[in-house]
């Protein structure tokens, strides 16, 4: 008997050494992921800080630093304290994959956040093969539909609604307002534009006139003249530019040299008076009248308790600064992950908090006006836009004086106004 | 007593460095007896004889010899004899000169001296068919080995290593003669489990053929040798020609008087010749950054459209010559080798082939638009269909199965346009989990011995990535060609520190049974201007993606 026992005790030692070892063999999550240690997150951007797509976007990492910096100041995210690492990747995809893998391998941040734009986001995606080594990519400024599939990109999560969602919510207030006018489009020739038309189509909207160009074309002088010849010829009376805002102003200003009116609707991206402004400040007043879509508070609506602290934050850490529409994304992108960081909890690993974002993320307090979509199959962020005008300084202001938000999906669901009550912002702005 | 031992080995070592350098540039004629011909000076050992099958090896050793001996096969060369018309490609004539170690065939001798001068032992056969001659390396190989050891008797450990096809020789010794060999360096690897080599040279030629020249050849050549041989050096010439007019055409977007009528539609609807050449290359898989295109540069005054509209096609077009010669070279001899037509497109699906790319080149592409037009317009192209006999006989020349039984050390170039990286990726996937394999077992066993033995990693991949930045330009704003390589491009471009570096960690692993910690190969390999970073994934074959 006695024996027995000791052959069986013996036997389970050897299992638990087994078992001890293997568990050992194990990637010990915690320990084992670069960027997080007791102390401190390091998180990395790439976004375009020089070059012709910078103006505007080059004010997203200043922004995300100021709320880092904020939230640092207040004790951190369960103790740790956020750096960023911002590279430059002057809109050039493969400048972008260059710089994300200085991130990854030489900077070794814990995770991507605010990767700027369809082209680079896909290409980071692809050639550092983020999925495959566990990488979170968080909160990616683009919204091609393709990145909220959890099953395609299963570490890449979306902050702004898809541009499917927004053209299908543009086509209903096409038809709703202009139903009678002669329609154009203008778009980006890649899967932002490719969404859409998706998006048009699932709206019903057909367009007289359909004008492509590729991305990056719109710097060259001719393209812009292009686009106003066909609009002139084809007497379009409602010119829709699903495109980015060097595209924007490109049309205005051929335009507004060719004496060419048409009423323009900008997509959500296309309308940011700062980046206007960096071609030429005279360019600006051009946007009066256009028609433009968003899905978070106006920067000018200081009765918004989120905006209210932005401003605060950003009039600290950047007293030169313009507060504008790519400050109030950058802010509310860093406010998102810190939301993300603190509920992944204090044992922070990439798997934990990507599956934190897919489990809690459609509840996470945040600046945005329209619910988030976030679950284990759909990482889609923010899910619809409100409606409003351009002022002559180029702001952005609700139509009626109200928001009214409109929701839909990257589906075929339809385009409903939303009763989403947006929950209060949680004490100091400092994510619970 | 300690003193004068250490005195001696040093000189011993010093000499035989010397002497290395100066007796191996003297090589002795090749004997055609079964025994070598060996000559002895200054402590080094040389032989060069011939194997069974007539090819020609070359074994040094010095009497230093520390019992290791590394076993090198050299990469391609092509079977045919290639013109002075045809450069830069030619003039060539076959040669099955023995190749003693890396570089060796330029001339330089700094590894095989370095190596004999730190006591190891060089061998190597020039094999008896050129071109893809894996059996004919398989049996020289194994022939050499035992030669070697019979010549040195002290030999104990083996090292198989070899550049590009010869790093397929190198594997498939191992994989095939485990019992042979200890260790392996396998330098910018053709690795391949079966297809994935004659897709992207395939996929490449099909493009060319489809836009560009419809009388270009992607298989079917003639089984007649001299007829064969005839259709190969045609090929060559047509697609150096229009590599060269498609550069004539690169700003202007014109297409080259060749081109197919699906070509010249495309040419008519404005779409320019070099996005239907950089869609060729996102078809077959090419690296969009070559030797001296960066990707990321631009000349004065389009330092930012220059990479997003022109680069990608620009570095197209200086792989594709590389690509375009080793495809018309390599599958007429795959067809030679296995009796019928190897490659195969009639299901591949292109428009998935680019799906992924076609927003990262959207401007170098002309949009979405022009790619749906280009791929469309390879319906006017009939597909190849393979001989389903022949296909089958591939791995059996070009095949590996990817197994890792020895410590291996890899370098890899990131954006090689020949041996493209997604081969060493592969092996590196492959070997995933067989390591698991051996976890498990060790479990299990130590579950009876109660004693557990963790599993050795013995895969360990050198990188040489490509830099952000290497484009320099001419005054008139075309990439310079004559500016030094871009690191990570072009084709085993090594220094002989960087295989002295991979031969030493290979040996110490022999040695020890096992590789260093991460931070001693990091510091080797940093030294050398490599990176070791087991997480770097470069995609794999899009033609198994």
Known sequence: ?432 | MKISFKKSRVLITVASAALVATAVIGIPSVAQAADPQCATANYITQCAGAGTDGAPYMMIAAANFNGTVFIWSHGIRPAINIPATLAPVGPYTVTNAAEPGPLAASGDLSVVNALVAAGYGVAGSGFARQSLNVKEALAANVELIATFKKKFPTTKKVIAWGASLGAIHSQKLAETNPDLVDGLVLACPAANPSDGLVNYFGDALYGFKAFFDPSIKVGGYSTDPVVRQTEQLANIGKVLTVLGKLSAGLSSGAWPDTASPAGKALEAAGIPSRSALLAVGLMAGIPTRSKHVDGTSGPTGAAETYPLAVAPAVAILENMGTVGVAGSLLIADGELLTGGKVFDNSKTDYAARVASDRDIYSFALSGNSAVDAIIGALAATPREVADPAAVAKIPSFVGLKGSVTKPTVMIVGESDEYAPASGAQWLIDSYGPQFEAAKESAIAAAKSSRSYQAPVNKLITLWQKTAPKYSKFTAAGSPDLTSEIGAGTGHCYYSSAQYIAAAKLAAGAVSTGKFPLQGPITSAARKVGLSYDKKFRVPTYKSLS
């Not at chain 1, 909220?148 to 207030?173: C, H, N, R, V, W």
């Not at chain 1, 044992?347 to 934190?356: E, F, N, P, S, V």
């Open chain 1, 1 to 432: 008997m006695i024996r027995t026992n000791r052959q069986k005790l013996a036997l389970t030692s050897a299992l638990l050494a087994v078992a001890a070892l293997t568990a050992s063999s194990l990637p010990a999550q915690a320990a084992s992921d670069p960027g997080v240690t007791a102390t401190s997150i390091k998180l990395g951007i790439t976004v375009p800080m020089t070059g012709i797509a910078s103006p505007g976007y080059n004010k997203i990492p200043g922004a995300m630093k100021a709320y880092f910096d904020y939230v640092n100041d207040n004790g951190g995210v369960n103790g740790r304290k956020i750096t960023l690492v911002i590279k430059d990747d002057q809109y050039i995809p493969t400048t972008a994959v260059a710089k994300a893998n200085e991130l990854i391998l030489k900077d070794k941040v814990f995770a991507l956040v605010g990767t700027l734009g369809t082209a680079s986001t896909k290409a980071i995606s692809a050639s550092t093969q983020l999925a495959k080594r566990g990488i979170p990519s968080l909160f990616v400024n683009t919204g091609f539909s393709g990145f909220a599939d959890a099953k395609a990109y299963p570490t890449t999560f979306s902050i702004l609604p898809s541009y499917q969602m927004e053209a299908k919510i543009m086509g209903k207030f096409l038809k709703e307002k202009y139903a009678d006018k002669k329609l154009a489009l203008i778009y980006q020739d890649d899967d932002f534009g490719r969404d859409a038309l998706a998006g048009f189509k699932q709206a019903g909207i057909t367009f007289g006139t359909y004008i492509p160009y590729a991305s990056g074309s719109q710097s060259l002088p001719a393209t812009g003249a292009g686009w106003i010849s066909k609009l002139k010829a084809s007497g379009a009376e409602v010119t829709v530019l699903f495109g980015v805002s060097s595209a924007s102003t490109a049309a205005l200003a051929n335009a507004y040299a060719a004496q060419y009116k048409t009423q323009w609707v900008l997509g959500s991206v296309g309308g940011d008076a700062t980046t206007i402004a960096a071609t030429n400040k005279a360019y600006v007043p051009l946007l009066y009248g256009a028609k433009g879509f968003s899905f978070a508070p106006a920067p000018t609506d200081a009765t918004d308790e989120y905006i209210k602290l932005f401003q605060s934050i950003y009039a600290t850490a950047q007293p030169t600064q313009t507060f504008d529409n790519n400050v109030v994304a950058g802010m509310s992108n860093a406010f998102l992950a810190v939301q993300a960081l603190k509920a992944a909890g204090s044992d922070l690993t990439r798997a934990g908090l990507i599956k934190t974002i897919e489990t809690k993320g459609a509840s996470f307090a945040n600046p945005f006006l329209t619910p988030l979509g976030y679950s284990a199959t759909a990482h889609v962020g923010a899910t619809g836009y409100w409606i409003g005008t351009y002022d002559p300084t180029g702001a952005l202001k609700p139509d009626g004086g109200k928001y009214t938000v409109y929701t839909t999906d990257s589906g075929n669901g339809p385009v409903v106004e939303s009763s989403y009550k947006r929950p209060a912002m949680p004490a100091k702005g400092l994510p619970n």
